[in-house]
């Protein structure tokens, strides 16, 4: 039986967690993947997708799509854009994924890839953006 349960930042803490909004796949009980995005204010209202990843022996089953579906309909039901960092390198076999998802990479940023951008807001505000907690 596979699930994706949602944690808030408050729920995080509490069970001594980093206080993040978080994503768990959970497959026959046990956690194999999962989603951690905080909220920034600056350099405009955004979530970053900190850390995206499924554990090894579970790769290449379609189980990081499924995380990233619950994180793209949560980044839109709220609203903000989303934005990835150090996630994927172009050429890498994720590339690809979320490319075809609609995640855009952003020029001269190496790793930053950015969901659900406000059309009237330039990428350039994001120069020199570097992952942050």
Partial sequence: MESIEYSSPK???????????RFDLVVNGEKIGAAEIDYFSKPIPLYQVSDLYVDFEHKGKGHASQILSQVEEWI????KPGVLV??????DAASGMYARRGWVSVPNTPGLHVFNWPAD????????YAMRY
Wanted: hydrophobic share 40%; net charge negative; no cysteine.
């Fill in 11 to 21: 729920q995080a803490a509490e069970s001594g967690e980093m206080p993040q909004h």
């Fill in 76 to 79: 839109i039901s709220r609203g």
């Fill in 86 to 91: 150090d996630a994927v390198m172009e050429g």
């Fill in 121 to 128: 807001v330039s990428l350039s505000i994001l120069d020199g």
